[in-house]
């Protein structure tokens, strides 16, 4: 069985029993790691501001700290010039060598730079210093969709409906451009002020037109394809989505266990246990998202995301009206501004990004595709 590959900053394989024990689970990993016309014309409809002439962390009035990882932080920024509030994503140089994640993080930005979309946390500016690399991004105000899925413990179906459906746009964009994110969870989505998702953390994301073997990802969220190293592509980020949606409607992974080696076997075995308040098409859905044979699963087949969009569990869902944002979604957040910074957790205990060795030129000459 191979071994796959976690960034040291994701989160751990969550595996207890009970959803209360994955929850746990989850809070301490972050604890350790602190395309047709119609779409193309809807797509142009989402205009993001781009920030002019952003060079250095001196444009911006820092705030408090998002989220952190083994090497990296999120802080809360407003741009001086426009007092606009973003999420700046500082990454050290050092920490990125010494875990050879040079590749990852320049993809990362090229793809961020791509793409423009309603449900993904779009990227504004992006610069670079001796020490650190910087993504300006969005700031999110509405926090992290785990939070408030641990909080309620599991969604009801409409709520878990109207979130897939948005991931299922989400993807369906991505995929019309070739990126296969490869990293859907909770932990990588946000809500905004208007409670629609938000996918965020594209470190894994990758431009593949036919297959790749990179070995990596959150255990409970993998295809069976990447654990058994056959080569993947689209379909995994389908599989992932049938994942979320057991998740969400339980509050728990269908394949966990206390080890990632079970959850691995548990996956290739295949067998799905619901609980009992799962309706019938949600089950079919998931069951159809949830196939290891690829000329079976959902979204892999010839009509692409359109048969999950048709399938009875969405029926009834008008997807223009979701692509435009003017559905109520069913999580309003508490906020009282766009720069509130109340539904992410205190991270102010947390100390100073560290860089463990000074860079030479050599070493510099890496993150020369992060220059503008």
């Given amino acids: 069985m191979p071994v796959v590959h976690v960034r040291p900053d994701q989160g751990v394989p969550r595996g207890a029993r009970g959803r209360e024990a994955v929850a746990g689970a989850r809070a301490r990993a972050r604890q350790g790691r602190r395309g047709n016309r119609n779409k193309a014309k809807e797509e142009k409809q989402v205009k993001v501001p781009k920030l002019p002439n952003v060079t250095s962390l001196e444009d911006f009035e820092l ?9 990296g932080r999120v802080l809360h ?10 999420a700046i994503k500082i990454l050290s140089k050092a920490q990125i060598l010494k875990t050879k994640q040079v ?39 509405g926090g992290e969709f785990f939070t408030h899925l641990r909080l309620c413990g599991r969604f009801p179906e409409e709520t878990a409906r109207f979130y897939s459906a948005q991931i299922v746009l989400a993807f369906e964009y991505l995929h019309s451009m070739n990126v296969v994110y490869r990293d859907l969870k909770p932990e990588n989505l946000l809500i905004d002020g208007d409670g629609n998702v938000k996918i ?65 076997q548990k996956i290739l075995h295949g ?63 508490p906020v009282t501004g766009t720069g509130d910074t109340s539904q992410y957790d205190d991270y102010s205990d947390v100390g100073p990004l560290v860089h463990d060795f000074d860079l030479t030129e050599e070493d510099q000459q890496n993150f020369k595709p992060f220059g503008l």
């Fill in 63 to 71: 705030g408090r700290i998002l989220g952190t990882g083994s090497f």
């Fill in 77 to 86: 920024c407003k741009h001086k010039a426009t007092g606009m509030h973003v």
């Fill in 103 to 141: 590749n990852h993080i320049i993809a990362e930005k090229d793809i961020l730079k791509s793409v423009q979309n309603p449900f993904v946390v779009n990227l504004l500016a992006y610069f670079m210093d001796e020490l650190s690399l910087y993504l300006v991004m969005e700031f999110i105000v």
């Fill in 200 to 264: 965020t953390d594209f470190g894994f994301a990758k431009v593949i037109e036919s297959r790749t073997y990179t070995l990596c990802g959150t255990p409970d969220y993998l295809a069976p394809e990447i654990i058994l190293n056959k080569g993947h592509g689209k379909p995994v980020d389908w599989w992932a989505l049938g994942v979320l949606i057991f998740e969400m409607l339980s509050g728990f992974p269908p394949f966990y266990d206390d080890d990632p080696m079970g959850t691995y």
């Fill in 271 to 333: 067998k799905i246990d619901f609980p009992s308040h799962f309706s019938r098409s949600a089950r079919d859905l998931v069951k159809k998202l949830l196939q290891a044979d690829l000329t079976k699963r959902y979204g892999n087949l010839r009509s692409g995301a359109k048969d999950i969009k048709s399938h009875p569990w969405f029926a009834g869902l008008d997807w223009n009206a979701l692509q435009r944002k003017v559905i109520a979604a069913p999580i309003k957040p």
